[in-house]
């Protein structure tokens, strides 16, 4: 659980880093991109550390499947709460579909 907690907090702040500046138009390209370092700093510091929990739990293919699915999930509210965008339907059909690869990497084939 120490994993997807770690996972879900560090892609909280890079989904920021990523996005964020897209609230902020105005602003010169070169503050959006030191403001966006700082912040994947930050989710660094909780990335790694979940890797290195988790990896003693799951698998590298595994880890990385699981913090996709925390990405979408973290993305889909970053975007409807903070950039106020529409989640259309054939956007929660992709990430639908995505999500359905969590079965193939997790199953015991």
Known sequence: MHTILLLTISNIFMTF??????????????IAILASW?????????QV???????????AAQLK???EVITLIVFCVFSVVYLKEELKW???VGFSMMIGAVFVVFKEW
């Open 38 to 46: 700082g912040i994947a700093f930050v989710e660094y510091c909780f």
């Open 90 to 92: 054939n956007y929660l």
């Open 65 to 67: 499947t699981i913090q």
């Open 49 to 59: 550390p979940a890797n290195r929990i988790g990896h003693y739990e799951f698998t």
């Open 17 to 30: 880093a990523w996005y964020g500046h897209l609230k902020y138009k105005e602003s010169p390209l070169w």
